[in-house]
């Protein structure tokens, strides 16, 4: 748990799951953690910011495997924790290839996450080819925001975006020239797209700004009312109350490392109350 005037927040290394962060000030909380989460080995934390890695969603050849890859069921080590001049409180895993890790992906590699915490939220995840051979993976910052009603959110920065739309059959599709809305099931993959995104939240009376760096790739979910039924950990009426946007390389924008090179995505996210005009 970390309780500072700039923010509180609270982090766990089992997955290098950041459950909880909200800016001094600001009563309701920016991520959302789902009501029935399961704080058990083996399972996926569900709602904060799970790290994806190193495939996302199914794996491509091998449903057997984990959804969402390996990293968030892995505890981590925690490398530093440290409060900056600013009051900002920095901590650092990390995740390293093992035999354990080699029987789901033959590859030898470092993944870090920095969390940075303050009035603003910064996320920077690397990895670092270890080994003799070229790697490729997927990663995502699997971000839910928490929402007054997720129906009635608008998402700036995707139009005229094209996306993969994984409820309709994987098709190509453009975004059209308004903010998105949602009304039911969402599962879209925006493709070559580094903008930032606003979500405007007319319930909660603010808007939440989601900007990114060496990111290709945002993804938008949410299970709507039937599919939320049918998850656990999900259930009721709390698909409402959230909505995914996710920094993110994945399908074309897999990411391919040279042994010895690293890549690294950045995440941040910044609070404003909304104007009403």
Known sequence: MVETDRCRARLTPYGAHLCEWAPAGHAAPVLFLGPRSAFSAGTAIRGGVPVCFPWFAAHPSDPSKPAHGFARTRMWQVDDLTRDEAGDVRIALRLAGDAETRAYWNAAFTLSLTVSLGASLTM???????????????????????????????IHGLERTRFVDKTDGMRDKVGGAEPLALAGETDRVYLDTTAPCTVDDPVLRRRIRVDKRHSATTIVWNPGPEKARAVADIGGDAWRRFVCVETANCGPHAVGLAPGARHAMTARIDVAPLDPR
């Open 124 to 154: 920077t995840a690397e990895v670092e080819n270890t080994g003799r051979d070229e790697i490729g993976y997927e990663l995502a910052l699997h971000t839910y925001l928490a929402v007054g009603d997720v129906e009635a959110i608008r």
